[in-house]
């Protein structure tokens, strides 16, 4: 007769039983926290990561094996090295932090994710400037309007802009302080404005650590669909941080940051050397690209955002 595992019943309530009780003991334990925002953090942190434990019935030994990976992921940290941000940006929750705390305001412009390649006090470039710096690619005039959701140009916001070289690098990431690629400028009284850019291209996010293996160990690429960084600033609006994207390009469906939107794709369209340029510029034997962002700054909220309510 084979034997078969039986069940018992009663077994099984007194094991859900003590998880929820274990659960419920940690987070009553947060409940004298004074700081009413941290008790909601702390306490909805235990009942999601106790239900994780549940759910996949951890093991010790996976337990385990994921704090080694954080200890890992700690030990590569320096000063120039954030691999606890690029974890939070390949799980996506950078980018779902990007999206509730900007929320969807009549058309502004999306948001996305910062990245960890913005320097401050870049540059300032005169409109129809030229951010290169030396940075070798394919010359891009990129041109647009800053208006506010109700349509008004926004005279003299602040708009910088950066992005990586056409082998993938940002200016930061060589020997030496040459900065390329990236600069700032103010857009005119009509809230226009225009640069010459690089035709962005794609690259890698750093892979050589914990979280690139992660990636390889979960089949997904650590490559960022191709892009342009842009903050934009204006005294009464919401600081806006976003890029825009090459439309076409086959990374956009697998960013490995989950960072593209929809609207933020946008044609880069090549033109031949013979085609004149929008500022008369001579640019030579090379071929250029043109696109065009217009941007849409929310209103600054006027309640304050200190205490969120979450749903
Ligand atoms: C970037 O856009 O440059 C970037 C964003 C997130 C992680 C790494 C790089
Ligand atoms: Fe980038």
Redesign the pocket.
Known sequence: MSETIQHNPSSTNEQARREQELTQTVVESFGQTPDPRLKELMQSLTRHLHAFVREVRLTEDEWSTAIDFLTEVGHITDDRRQEF??LS?VLGV?MQTVTVNNEADADATEST?????FVENSPSIDLGGDIAGGASGQPCWVEGTVTSTDGNPIAGALIEVWE?DEDGF?DVQYDGTRIAGRANLTADDNGRYCFWGLTPTP?P??HDGPVGRLLDATSRSPY?AS?L?FKVTAPGHRTLVT?IFVRGDELLDSD??F?VRRSLIKDFAEQSSETPTPDGRDIGESTWAQARFDIILAPTKSRPDTHRKSH
Not at 113 to 117: A, I, K, L, M, Q
């Open positions: 941000i690029l940006d950078s994710v910062f990245g960890p390649f990586a940002y690259y996010i750093p960022r892009h960084h890029h490995s940051v960072g």
